[in-house]
């Protein structure tokens, strides 16, 4: 797993979030995560059938943010758990040894020791810097890629208010992908700007 990991906004116009996601796709997206906290499940289900089969068509890899149920349901590709969601062992045992399961761990070098140890496909540090969309404490410094490094086995993803210019050092100090919305899904021209962050890699 390496390049851009593309995160989906809290967008109900599915029209408007395919058409921008597709762009995306055409610049070069090398995982997608469906995440939409606030929608209603019915439409949850209609967004993830439509981007699954639009990921399809690129031969991207397709997540689910914390529905495990719907992950079944949809036979996706994965799931994407916080700590507050069912935990890595609870979700590689119920989708098996073959599908994608992500990590939130926060600044939190513990965390990931524990969802390495439980399973998990890659593990996400982040927030780095002020992020747009995801509220939490601006507070996981540059030094624990480095620190992981030696203990952590697997991809690491970093998210928190990422564009091309300052996730650059984060990919410098071993981050295997980045985790970007706003600076895609708002950006003027999604296709280019899902190609500067694929040029970091």
């Given amino acids: 797993m390496t390049g851009l990991y593309l995160v989906t906004p809290d967008w109900d116009d599915t029209a408007q979030l395919l058409q921008v996601t597709e762009q995306a796709l055409q610049g070069g997206v ?22 699954q089969q639009l990921c399809r068509q690129y031969a991207c890899p397709f997540v689910i943010n914390d529905h495990l149920a719907l992950c079944q349901e949809l036979d996706a590709d994965g799931v994407h758990v916080g700590a507050t ?29 524990a969802a390495q ?17 995801k509220r939490y404490p601006v507070t996981t410094p540059v030094t624990l890629l480095s620190e992981a490094a030696a203990q952590i086995h697997l991809p690491k993803v970093v998210i928190g208010g990422m564009t ?33 962050f694929a040029m970091l890699f």
């Fill in 164 to 196: 091309a210019t300052n996730a650059a050092p984060l990919v410098q100090e071993g981050a295997q992908m980045v985790a970007a919305i706003s600076s895609v899904y708002q950006a003027p021209d999604p296709q280019q700007a899902a190609r500067q």
């Fill in 30 to 51: 090398r995982l997608l995560q469906y995440r939409h906290k606030t929608a209603p499940a019915a439409l949850q289900r209609e967004q993830a059938v439509a981007l």
């Fill in 117 to 133: 140890t439980d399973g998990a496909s890659y593990v996400a540090f982040g927030g780095f810097y002020p992020s747009r969309v």
């Fill in 85 to 113: 969601d069912a935990g890595v062992a609870q979700a590689r045992r119920m989708l098996g040894p073959d599908k994608i399961v992500g990590a939130s761990c926060y600044g939190d070098l513990e965390l990931a020791l």
